[in-house]
């Protein structure tokens, strides 16, 4: 989208016309149509009252999450052991205390759930969509829990906005949840192709968040241009479904083809496809080479983004990653496979081919919108040619032993 000539179109209008910066903080001066139409856009493209905009979800996840933690004096966390780091961070902010859960087991959630008192204000964190290994969470059977035992929730839907259901609101709207929701992240860059992120809910907890959050109050707000081009892209989003369409093809052909080579694929019902090597060294090497050899850019995952020992490649195909590239990634990862002497298991069947989750999971990729997560594939080639900012890591070691990327 961040090359979609509407966007493109938006974006060179709102520069003409209001400048390229925002000149100032939301507060003070730096709020303009563009900021306030945008807002608009996304409460009603997760069907909220309000939304509240970031300039990046790293930022709208750690300040919101830590800010709650001011508004609610004896406010407890519970934590997705697979969490990101912004929303790690926010609760670390927040100085209340957390409990984790295991990563998507509602059985110990509700086992720590219990144990609080009912009337003491309670706060459930967690995603979507799990970015490393394409796991998607028991959106509804949370939401159970939380009517249960009187707990808001929380959801990081940045894997998701763009790519799941019909409007692309992301994995609650997908499974008719989204209004249980009462607060939903998401950012504008990935599926939107633009900058920055939000929150969603109900006003008077994004009033809160805009009165009292610091990482919104003290920064200058998401200069004009951003507006346009992010609105311009959610609202062609919300009418085209032929992005998602072609991006559920084109996952589903590359589990195929990938799995039939007999490349070790970890199973995924997302359109994120992990290919696990099992070693940090041959890991980077193999993406050297799939950019000096073969012109295709693949970002390399090792510790402590994954645990050691599961080092992988993480391939996210797009609605531009044609058969014909496709093709092109197998036959060049199985050349370096043999050339860095790891093994190939060719299935017998596409239905055993080692996962017995592969049949199932290439079921759910043709009957379900996908997810977005950050393209991780690149093919640099006259078919389709984009460019990836950089990724930092950042781990929080009383959190869990392995955290997630800091891409938002």
């Not at 087991?105 to 204000?121: C, G, M, S």
């Not at 459930?124 to 969509?129: D, G, M, N, Y």
């Not at 919300?238 to 490349?263: I, N, P, T, Y």
């Amino acid at each position: 989208m961040s090359q979609h000539p509407q966007v493109i179109q938006e974006v060179e209008k709102a520069l003409h016309q209001s400048g390229a910066g925002a000149g100032g903080t939301r507060n003070i001066s730096g709020t303009n149509p563009y900021h306030v139409r945008l807002e608009k856009s996304l409460a009603d493209l997760h069907k909220k009252e309000s939304s509240l905009l970031f300039s990046s979800c790293y930022v709208a996840n750690a300040t919101t999450i830590s800010t709650l933690g001011s508004i609610f004096h004896d406010l407890v966390i519970f934590s997705d052991e697979k969490n990101h780091a912004s929303l790690i961070d926010g609760m670390r902010q927040s100085r209340k205390e957390k409990h984790v859960f295991k990563h998507n087991d509602v059985h110990h959630l509700e086992e720590l759930l219990k144990k609080q008192d009912f009337d003491r204000p309670k706060l459930i964190v967690f995603e979507s969509v799990y970015s490393m290994d394409g796991a998607i969470a028991p959106i509804k059977e949370i939401c159970d829990l939380a009517d249960k035992y009187n707990a808001l929730t929380f959801l990081d839907e940045v894997h998701a906005v763009g790519l799941y259901g019909e409007r692309g609101a992301g994995v609650a709207e997908r499974d008719g949840v989204m209004h249980r929701i009462d607060l939903i992240s998401g950012t504008l860059g990935k599926a939107f192709g633009n900058f920055g992120g939000y929150i969603a809910g109900s006003r008077t907890l994004t009033d809160a968040i805009r009165s009292l959050g610091a990482g919104f109050i003290f920064t200058t707000s998401l200069p004009p241009t951003v507006c346009a081009g992010a609105y311009a892209s959610i609202e062609y989003l919300k009418k085209s479904s032929e992005e998602r369409r072609l991006q559920q093809e084109h996952a589903a052909l590359l589990k195929k083809v990938l799995g039939e080579a007999g490349l070790p694929l970890v199973p995924s019902v997302t359109h994120i496809v992990p290919v696990l090597v099992g070693d940090p060294r041959k890991c980077k090497r193999i993406t050297d080479l799939l950019l000096e050899r073969y012109r295709i850019y693949v970002q390399p995952i090792n510790y402590p983004t994954v645990p050691k020992g599961t080092e992988r490649l993480r391939l996210t195909p797009g609605p531009k990653h044609t058969p014909e590239l496709i093709y092109k990634l197998r036959d060049a990862l199985v050349e370096l496979w043999k050339e860095e002497r790891l093994p190939l298991h060719p299935p017998k069947s596409a239905k055993n081919h080692g996962h017995e989750q592969f049949s199932e999971n290439l079921s759910s990729f043709v009957t379900h919108p996908l997810e977005h997560a950050k393209t991780s594939v690149f093919f640099s080639s006259s078919h389709y040619e984009r460019k990836e900012q950089g990724h930092s890591v950042y781990t929080l070691e009383e959190h869990s032993s392995v955290q997630t990327e800091v891409d938002c």
